[in-house]
Nanobody
Framework: QVQLVESGGGLVQAGGSLRLSCAAS????????MGWIRQAPGKERELVAT????????YYVDSVKGRFTISRVNAKNTVYLQMNSLKPEDTAVYYC?????????????????WGQGTQVTVSS
């Protein structure tokens, strides 16, 4: 059983930056693909970014390409999401999630463990 705890959310003005962190415990972190998934009020959940166990491959939804960067440090059991040039439409609760796979996982239903989420609010 993997436990995930997100941190780093907050309120930021449009154009600003935030870095989200997700600390994992209770499992072998390097055996999991990791993802960041967000949900805005009244909208479906959306996979924002995902990374393979080694960090060698990543995937981003088109709306964040060139602005967000996912990374991980397996020695620290932590995955990050660096968010730059934030826009009001990035406002959402951001969840960290783990998939029991060494491969890239781009479907939300493939994620087995979830954190509690952290709120990101971007003001215009």
């Amino acid at each position: 059983q993997v436990q995930l705890v997100e941190s780093g959310g907050g309120l930021v003005q449009a154009g600003g930056s935030l870095r989200l962190s997700c600390a994992a415990s209770g499992g072998t972190f390097s055996r999991y693909a990791m993802g960041w998934i967000r949900q805005a009020p009244g909208k479906e959940r959306e996979l924002v970014a995902t990374i393979t166990w080694s960090g060698g491959r990543t995937y981003y939804v088109d709306s964040v390409k060139g602005r967000f960067t996912i990374s991980r440090v397996n020695a620290k059991n932590t995955v990050y999401l660096q968010m730059n040039s934030l826009k009001p439409e990035d406002t959402a609760v951001y969840y960290c999630a783990a998939a029991s796979s060494l491969l890239l996982r781009v479907l939300i239903r493939e994620y087995d463990y979830w954190g509690q989420g952290t709120q990101v609010t971007v003001s215009s």
